[in-house]
């Protein structure tokens, strides 16, 4: 009912280790909820476009080298630009698909080596999701699939440990068993489809009647 000035978009975060098939599944949502008259916006991050976002990219093609801490923090600072227009769409009615976000941002600097609370302060008070489809997949099943090893990190040993932390966030979540949709990434594009469409629908139905999150890891 898009007379409630109440209706705001959900946000949907997809995350999970180098080739999970998040980008695929993203965008099959997309097209599904943009066929069936929803408003909504597919995003994804690093956003590679912005100033940021190219030395980001600079970074993960090898092409530069930054200090641990210094590339976690552009990370970081690519979402904080996005903050406020993240906000005036989903209280406009938008829903937002978005493709990794800080629970990536996190996992894969703590893999690094870096600290866990250290990684997480500079994304606190960022818009908090209103459902995470964790998209796992193990190392050995991510090497096999097309184009692994490409950038930085797409490497075995440390994409295990970057799934391992992502688990510990979903700990750390204190996982209210509706925020995380762990989904075992090993199905059909169609399988997982269903089942991702069937929860965003739930969602976007029942968050009209919930107030943006604006407290991530507060
Ligand atoms: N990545 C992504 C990070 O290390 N920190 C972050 O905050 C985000 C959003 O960038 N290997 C890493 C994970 C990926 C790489 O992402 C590029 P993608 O989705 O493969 O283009
Ligand atoms: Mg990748």
């Not at 999970?16 to 069936?36: I, P, R, V």
């Not at 509706?178 to 199905?187: F, Y």
Request: proline share 1%; with cysteine.
């Amino acid at each position: 009912d898009t007379n409630n000035v109440n209706n705001r978009g959900a946000f949907i975060l997809f995350e999970g280790c180098d080739k999970a098939g998040k980008s695929t599944q993203a965008k099959k949502l997309f097209e599904y909820l943009k066929n069936n008259g929803h408003s909504v916006e597919l995003w994804k991050f690093p956003d590679r476009k912005t100033t940021i976002g190219q030395i980001i990219n600079e970074y993960l093609a090898n092409d530069k080298d930054l200090d641990d801490k210094a590339i976690h923090l552009l990370f970081s600072v690519n979402r904080w630009e996005c903050r406020k227009d993240m906000k005036n769409l989903l209280l406009s009615g938008t829903t937002l698909i978005v493709d990794r976000y800080a629970y990536s941002g996190v996992s894969y600097s703590v893999a690094k080596g870096l600290d866990l609370d250290w990684c997480c302060s500079s994304d606190r008070g960022l818009l908090s999701p209103d459902i995470i489809f964790f998209m796992d997949l193990t190392a050995e099943a991510a090497e096999k699939r097309g184009g692994f090893g490409e950038e930085r990190y797409e490497k075995k040993s440390l994409q295990e440990k970057v799934r391992k932390i992502f688990y510990m966030l979903k700990e750390k979540d204190n996982d209210s068993e509706s925020l995380w949709k762990v989904l075992n990434a090993n199905q059909s594009v169609e399988m997982l489809h269903k089942r991702i469409v069937e929860s965003s629908l739930k969602l976007i139905e029942n968050c009209n009647q919930l107030p943006l999150k604006e407290d991530l890891w507060k």
